[in-house]
DNA sequence: ATCAGTTGCCCAATCGTTTTGCTGCGACAA
DNA sequence: TTGTCGCAGCAAAACGATTGGGCAACTGAT
């Protein structure tokens, strides 16, 4: 079934000249003289006979696969992956590389064969990514590639990661809400001790704490990331004596359960209470209504990044040990409508962000800010 | 900073052999004898190096590359794309193989481009993957190499493929309203004129009229499949003097329109009415509350009926030209909390299905049905 | 006519495998 | 002693490219 490809011979013969010849034209080797006469006649048997090198052979010889690999934890259940799938394959093609994506499911055992069968196959490197923002214990087998970790940190010296600047989006959710003029602020934040729970808690102190909110003006409770746990935890803090204006939700899950919980209560969103979500989930942020304003995760920056390091360490010179570079990115803030004046400064007129725009946040302006050491 | 990894010739100066051998009993070659002890002299110097062949170099000399591609149409966006990946390479690695993965964001010029790369590396074969179920019109690229459809389905013959049983879809729909004792049902359908829309439109048709529902009992209506247009189409279908007791969604998106219409109208859910949706968007569809009964589209078993499909083909002789097998795969039902018995049957003691089941729809229970030609 | 320098092209080695012979050797029969 | 046979193993030719080193043929100067 497969007919069979045309190799450089066949251009040769076909041009009357020898493979060695093709070669030199076909890839501008300089220093190497060949006559325009000889060299257009090439090309043009190359063209005629749809002649495309076989990468395989290529990569033997050059000791380069322009391939890399990419392995995952989870590549199925987030649309996540897809983001940062998406964002290694354009640098990649831009580069005449391709992307071999593996899912490991989070078992060692697997992610071990998976690793070996990628290394066997001769990839030029690895990314390595988690779906979600934590501290990962690098694979031994790792030490031989180069290699850059995508959403997650590690502490072997040497390699490269990019996660988001939680800490910053902490902040980012603080400002929407208290440029709409909230003062009394609640943050539904993750049970789990990860990277983004720590993160994002300081950055919305801190911001609240720069805009002289006291402790009282600031409700931070835990909760589990679902649905649940945010109609839980949001039923609390608005039947609460001391009721926030403002919720901010670890995630966009947990703001539908915010949703709901306000539905009960009686309070319309934005106009008795605004919410501030994290992820940018389309289909959730996007659907429920009010849409709602949230905090949009680098995922495909993340990707390009992580990609871009890669192929620049490939192409290092060995000895080069440059320290290893590494991110914190920020995302951006999705204005939808579920952000408003709190209750008593509200004026039908000011709506502050219109539906939909898609602009960054807060007072620094300005694109996504990229912070990185080195 | 890639250590070079070990090479047969390594392993064969260890056991003071011949390459020759060395891969004579690292394959296990039949009719090739060789004696016991250098087999073990042999084997243990491979693990003692850690030998791993270099696939490139086996590649190049047998014309198998054991690697496939994918081509997405847009691998970002949808959580879709992960399941199918997923399911193509779950079996791709029980054979030994990888996917390379390429996304081409409905661009045709990208998508023959990356072909091409795909070509070049020698790929065994390739899955063109479709995020929505419709028919498509094959890159004639493709055609001198076994390739499979995704949920796709094309009228260029020897191209199998396999997409979702829509029909089947809208008659499990049908199955789980009636079940619960609904007479009155509407269908919002999507707008566009795809394969899904006239499938699962004439199997909920089909299996309302098998159980006696007259016109008038059925509404079918049609709407933009996200939220906005599920709002719309329900405040007007619930509205009407003819109220539906239950509402079949084309999709969990438009269904969270139907939730919000009905919260409005002061209809509890499930209890003034059910709704069916169909995709399960886990982040939706267990979401919203309460929880969304929907029916799932076969995404993993698609990846994995098509990758098996293309290995197939690939390691079948090339005079055997078979028919191009297709099928079309049935999805479960999931049940959650969005179906009860209509309003003048309710007895609360006899909720039909318990929260958050995972199972089989309708009558003729069994796993996921397989329908497929030849 | 000779020689040096340039031009234009090709030979052959190489990358790391698989695979098709072939060969050297001991055993056994004639 | 010679011939045959089976066993173990090896040499070498692929696979399809890149690349360092040569080698003719031509040019122009002497």
């Not at 994506?101 to 078992?107: A, H, L």
């Not at 939808?336 to 960054?360: F, H, I, K, L, Y």
Request: glycine share 8%; charged share 25%.
């Amino acid at each position: 079934m497969t007919q069979r490809r045309v190799t450089i011979k066949q251009v040769a013969a076909e041009a009357g000249v020898s493979i060695t010849t093709v070669s030199h034209v076909l890839n501008d080797v300089l220093g190497k003289r060949v006559h325009p006469d000889t060299r257009a006649r090439v090309k043009d048997a190359a063209v005629r006979l749809g002649y495309a090198p076989n990468v395989l052979a290529q990569s033997l010889r050059t000791q380069r696969s322009n391939t890399i690999g990419l392995v995952g934890d989870e590549i199925a259940t987030t649309p996540f992956a897809g983001k940062m799938i998406l964002g290694a394959q354009d640098v990649a093609l831009s580069r005449d590389a391709v992307v071999f994506v593996v899912s490991t499911g989070y078992q060692r055992e697997v992610e071990h064969r998976e690793i070996e069968e990628l290394l066997r196959r001769q990839v030029d490197g690895i990314l390595y990514a988690a779906m979600y923002h934590r501290e990962v214990e690098l694979p031994p087998q790792l030490a031989s590639v180069p290699t850059v970790l995508i959403n997650a940190s590690c502490t072997a010296p040497g390699v490269p990661w990019v996660v988001p600047d939680e800490v910053a989006g902490g902040q980012d959710a603080a400002e929407v809400l208290l440029a709409a003029g909230h003062r009394r602020l609640a943050f539904i934040n993750d049970v789990d001790e990860i990277p983004a729970m720590f993160g994002r808690e300081e950055g919305f102190r801190r911001r609240a704490a720069q805009a002289g909110l006291g402790a009282d003006d600031l409700q931070i409770v835990t909760a589990e990331t679902d649905p649940g746990g945010g109609y839980t935890a949001a039923r609390r803090l608005l039947q609460g004596d001391q009721r926030p204006t403002a919720i901010f939700c670890f995630n966009d899950r947990l703001a539908m359960g915010v949703y709901r919980a306000a539905t009960e209560l009686g309070l319309r969103i934005p106009q008795d209470l605004s919410v501030v979500g994290f992820d940018n989930q389309e289909f959730v942020a996007d659907g429920i209504f009010p849409g709602l304003t949230t905090i949009e995760l680098p995922h495909y920056d993340m990707g390009v990044w992580a990609a871009e390091q890669l192929f620049d360490r490939i192409e290092a010179e060995p000895q080069a040990t440059k320290p290893a570079p590494t991110a914190r990115l920020r995302g951006p803030v999705i204005y939808r409508d579920s952000v408003a004046p709190p209750p008593w400064v509200q004026d039908p007129g000011e709506r502050r962000e219109p539906s939909d725009r898609r602009a960054n946040a807060g007072s620094d302006g300005a694109a996504p800010t990229i912070h990185m050491n080195k």
